[in-house]
């Protein structure tokens, strides 16, 4: 199967040249020379992975990064001539899975982007997610805490499952509304902080003081990455 990349570049003889290396070794590769027109892109196409241009003519790539994130989970692989290392800090920290630094080899760039694909496909083979004594099972759509199931209606087992692979970021009610496919709520309907309260009575040692899911004021919900 042939891996479909989406590079958002403005520079003409980059793109090209990148497009031809990686052509020749079997990706298909598809250009867009503005965030703008990248995004689009990704809402029509389902790409493997994106190449990521932070320095765009019409947005900053670390803006398009938080953007995408809110909403996807395709790979992102940033490309960077900015020399600060704070940028590809802030770049991981919002959730691109890897950068590679201008200028780069192109034999490299395909190196990283096959490690990023064998490590989707093994995450992909997982079925089961684990938080110290917290283990979801995707497959029996069961989850466990210290080895007992935990009682969660189908829609909050989803709630979970959007939080647990989103960990360390903040969902927005409206984020976690949309990640789950549930049409029927308002963005305004509190119902979704009922079904935070109940997911926290099946996976908290102590629902009133949680550890696994916390509020952060204003904002939403985020699942914690280390687990006590």
Same mark, same amino acid.
């Given at each position: 199967?042939?891996?479909?990349?989406?590079?958002?570049?403005?520079?003409?003889?980059?793109?090209?040249?990148?497009?031809?290396?990686?052509?020749?070794?079997?990706?298909?590769?598809?250009?867009?020379?503005?965030?703008?027109?990248?995004?689009?892109?990704?809402?029509?196409?389902?790409?493997?992975?994106?190449?990521?241009?932070l320095t765009l003519p019409d947005m900053d790539g670390l803006d398009l990064c938080r953007s995408l994130r809110d909403t996807s989970q395709l790979p992102i692989l940033m490309l960077t001539a900015r020399g600060e290392p704070m940028d590809?800090?802030?770049?991981?920290?919002?959730?691109?899975?890897?950068? #590679?630094? !201008?200028?780069?080899?192109?034999?490299?760039?395909?190196?990283? /982007?096959?490690?990023?694909?064998? +490590?989707?496909? %093994? *995450?992909?083979?997982?079925?089961?997610?684990?938080?110290?004594?917290?283990?979801?099972?995707?497959?029996?759509?069961?989850?466990?805490?210290?080895?007992?199931?935990?009682?969660?209606?189908?829609?909050?087992?989803?709630?979970?499952?959007?939080?647990?692979?989103?960990?360390?970021?903040?969902?927005?009610?409206?984020?976690?509304?949309? #990640?789950? !496919?549930?049409?029927?709520?308002?963005?305004?309907?509190?119902? /979704?902080?009922?079904?935070?309260? +109940?997911?926290? %009575? *099946?996976?908290?040692?102590?629902?009133?003081?949680?550890?696994?899911?916390?509020?952060?004021?204003?904002?939403?919900?985020?699942?914690?990455?280390?687990?006590?």
């Amino acid at each position: 199967m042939t891996l479909s990349i989406l590079y958002i570049e403005d520079d003409p003889r980059l793109g090209e040249m990148v497009q031809t290396y990686l052509g020749n070794s079997g990706l298909e590769v598809t250009i867009a020379k503005t965030g703008a027109s990248g995004l689009a892109l990704i809402k029509k196409h389902d790409f493997d992975l994106l190449l990521l241009d932070l320095t765009l003519p019409d947005m900053d790539g670390l803006d398009l990064c938080r953007s995408l994130r809110d909403t996807s989970q395709l790979p992102i692989l940033m490309l960077t001539a900015r020399g600060e290392p704070m940028d590809r800090i802030i770049g991981l920290e919002l959730g691109a899975d890897d950068y #590679l630094p !201008k200028p780069f080899e192109p034999r490299e760039l395909l190196a990283r /982007i096959r490690a990023l694909m064998r +490590r989707r496909d %093994s *995450a992909a083979r997982s079925s089961l997610l684990h938080f110290g004594q917290l283990e979801i099972d995707l497959d029996a759509r069961q989850a466990r805490l210290d080895g007992k199931p935990c009682v969660l209606t189908s829609h909050q087992f989803n709630i979970l499952v959007t939080l647990a692979h989103k960990a360390g970021r903040v969902l927005s009610r409206e984020t976690l509304m949309d #990640l789950v !496919k549930n049409d029927k709520l308002d963005p305004f309907d509190r119902s /979704i902080d009922v079904h935070i309260s +109940r997911i926290r %009575s *099946a996976i908290e040692v102590d629902p009133k003081h949680p550890k696994r899911l916390i509020t952060v004021r204003g904002s939403g919900y985020v699942f914690a990455k280390s687990q006590e």
